[in-house]
């Protein structure tokens, strides 16, 4: 079974500041790598993925990850915190032998201040 | 592209009644579609799994005659919840998979937030 570990439920940034957002999984095989972000009462947004290919993967609103696999981490970064990046971030792996599901990891939240 | 939409997107009931959820792939066809409860700052907890013209594979703890998937189009899922009961009261979020999607990307919808009174 697949399991996803996101070390802190939250993280307080100041804007401008450094993000960084900590990911670990386990897999039995090679695994595809997610990360997606949610802002109150709506769904989730893809952020970036990870396919085996490229280990440091650049997404969506300036954020990027870099997957190591002597570490199992995929965390995520975003070298300039913005207001708007305040959200709920959340990690998730692929199980490709269990049809494709997604296990998500317990999610963190981000505060941006001013 | 690939955009999933839900309806409703708040719904309030009162116990006892069945209320239904809509999930459709606006313009791609969903072969996969796939219902996820989240509760109040949690994470999302897959409920099944639906494929088109099949049954719905439920993951373990979630009761398929409560929670009724009907995956009937390409582009159209609904998930009933019967006999609604206030701890049924949760963010229900539906994703979307379609044939050849490489990286198996799943594209969600915006969520419905259910309150049964």
Same mark, same amino acid.
Do not use: F
């Given at each position: 079974a697949q399991s996803v570990t996101q070390l802190g439920s939250h993280v307080s940034v100041s804007e401008g500041a450094l993000v960084l957002l900590r990911c670990n999984y386990s897999s039995s095989v090679p695994p595809y790598l997610f990360w997606y972000v949610q802002y109150p009462n709506q769904g989730l947004q893809l952020l970036l993925k990870y396919t085996? =290919? =490229?280990t440091l993967v650049k997404g969506i609103n300036g954020f990027e990850a870099e997957f190591k696999k002597s570490e199992t981490s995929f965390h995520l970064t975003k070298p300039s915190a913005h207001m708007s990046d305040a959200a709920e971030y959340f990690c998730a792996v692929s199980d490709r032998a269990a049809g494709n599901k997604l296990t998500f990891g317990g999610g963190t939240r981000v505060l941006v201040k001013p | 592209g690939a955009v999933v939409s839900q309806h409703p997107s708040r719904v309030i009931c009162k116990s006892g009644t069945s209320v239904k959820i809509e999930c459709r792939s606006l313009d791609f066809q969903a072969t996969t579609m796939f219902w996820y409860r989240q509760f109040p700052k949690q994470s999302l907890m897959l409920m099944a799994t639906s494929n088109e013209g099949s049954k719905a594979t439920y993951e373990q703890g979630v009761e398929k005659d409560k929670f009724l998937i009907n +995956? !009937?189009?390409?582009?159209l899922s609904t998930l009933t919840v019967t006999s !609604? +009961?206030?701890?049924?009261s949760s963010f229900y979020i539906c994703s979307a998979r379609t044939t050849g999607t490489g990286p198996n990307e799943q594209f969600f919808g915006p969520g419905t937030r259910l309150t049964v009174l």
């Open positions: 085996s =290919a =490229a | +995956h !009937a189009s390409l582009t !609604a +009961h206030p701890e049924d």
